[in-house]
């Protein structure tokens, strides 16, 4: 016989977005955000709040980690809360790239990094060859790494086997709000991956964050889609709720398109 209990624990268990494993670490939520371009500390903090993410990003080359002002936003960032991921924006070259995560993990023992090698400042494209170098240097020194790169399921897979614990194709260009642009290459990256996928880059709206998972991502960083927002609060509760849709739909298995219509009721056993 069917209980109450049974039937609880089997709606939850349809219900709940399961936990994403990072190395040694497991989230319950997949979304990850950034913390630049706020207006204030304060919209920035209660945006984490909202949005469940226990990951954030820091970027070293543009904040200082030992500035004394109270009201530097680095001071209003619970680090028992929230997994504090260095970032290498900014640099143009492996050497640059493996020099800033080290400064990180001498400074605030962060051994994980989020690694952008860039290509050029207009595009703000990676330099797939400079990522790749300083992703192997870095992981033989112990780092985390997981690395921003383009849309390459070559370049993915070359990282994978490096040892990353995931990868990070851009959806868009940073900063650009166009979503998901080349949902046929991330498809490929989504399947041939054994390690997850995190969209990172160009996400404008929650329903570009529930598209990539839909597509199967396994999470969503972003910074300027809820800090660049009228009401960032508000955007980041939209990200929350949209990348979990997203997952539980993509777990769901939706009906086949078709070109013509189906009835949603049997055609057989029509009353005359």
Known sequence: MTTATDNASHTVSHTTVEPLTLADRTFHSRLILGTGKYTDADTMVHSFEVSGTEMVTVALRRVD??????????????????????????????????????????????????????????????????????TKILIDEGFVVLPY????????KKLEDLGVPAVMPLGAPIGSGMGIRNRANLQIIIEQSNVPVIIDAGVGTASDAAIAME????????????????????????????????????HAGRIPKKLYATASSPLDGLIE
């Open 65 to 134: 980690l030992n500035d004394p002002d109270p009201n530097a936003f680095i001071h209003h960032i619970d680090p028992k809360k929230y997994l504090f991921l260095p970032n290498t924006a900014g640099c143009y070259n492996a050497d640059d790239a493996v020099r800033t995560a080290r400064l990180g993990r001498e400074l605030g023992g962060w051994n994980w990094v989020k690694l952008e090698v860039l290509g050029d400042p207009k595009t703000l494209f990676p330099d797939n060859v400079e990522l790749l170098k300083a």
């Open 149 to 156: 790169t383009s849309d390459d399921p070559i370049t993915c």
């Open 215 to 250: 597509l199967g991502a396994d999470g969503v960083l972003m910074n300027t889609g809820v800090a660049g927002a009228a009401d960032p609060i508000r955007m980041a509760y939209a990200m929350k709720q949209a990348v979990e849709a997203g997952w539980l739909a993509a």
